[in-house]
């Protein structure tokens, strides 16, 4: 089962941010925090990772509680080519195999 | 990275009859993972290679799968005497580790559907 709960559904107005929960409030010291996205048709695509501290890349911000126990994906200005469905996933470091595990994810819609 | 491959993109058969996917992964990436996903679910993790060597296996994994890797290059997902609950997104999926941490790569997938 996934360790972590998000909403299952979002929009967000083009232009400007969206702004993804996830709540991970069993995570251990040595899970990383993962998001990935999945457009229709496609296979996931990884944005970003954290372990503790905040994380940004060219794609999005992770913002990571300081107890951990919770963080946000930030797409900054989202454009159409956002909507997606995006999973939040706990896994441990420097171990493999089944502990990639996706729960069903929130569906975000941009709108125009 | 030039990206995992998988064909076929579709797959239609028949209750009963036997299918094969192929996956060819990120050429430098020694981990290979396959992944089943229906319908508004999240990809389940079916079975992961380090190199040639199949080191685990889900119980979704029935004894009419069977999943291989030979010279731990490309892969191939058999199922056999398929059922209408196999009809599902084949994902896989190879892994590049770095610092404690690995990122996986997904290729677009193979859709089976099981008449």
């Known amino acids: 089962d996934a360790k972590t709960t998000q909403p299952t559904s979002m929009d967000c107005a083009e232009g400007r941010a969206a702004n993804l929960p996830c709540n991970h409030s069993t995570i251990s010291g040595n899970e990383y925090v993962y998001w990935y996205r999945q457009i229709h048709s496609q296979g996931p695509q990884y944005i970003i990772h954290g372990l503790k501290n905040n994380e940004t890349n060219e794609m999005a911000s992770l913002i990571i509680t300081e107890d951990r126990k919770s963080s946000t994906l930030i797409l900054p200005h989202a454009t159409l080519r956002d909507t997606a469905v995006y999973y939040c996933i706990v896994r441990p470091t420097d171990n493999y195999g089944q502990n990639f595990v996706f729960g069903p994810g929130t569906r975000l819609s941009v709108l125009p | 990275d030039t990206g995992v491959s998988q064909n076929p993109r579709h797959k239609i058969t028949k209750r009963g009859q036997n299918v094969t996917f192929r996956c060819d992964p990120i050429?430098?990436?020694?981990?290979l993972y396959w992944y089943r996903q229906t319908l508004g679910q999240g990809p389940e993790f079916l079975t992961y290679f380090q190199n040639e060597a199949q080191l685990e296996k889900s119980r979704l994994l029935s004894d009419r799968f069977s999943a291989e890797r030979p010279k731990g290059s490309f892969s191939t997902l058999e199922i056999q005497r398929t059922e209408q609950g196999d009809s599902a997104m084949y994902l896989c999926a190879s892994g590049r580790r770095a610092a404690g941490h690995e990122k996986l790569f997904f290729g677009s997938g193979t859709q089976l559907s099981v008449l």
């Open positions: 050429s430098e990436h020694n981990r």
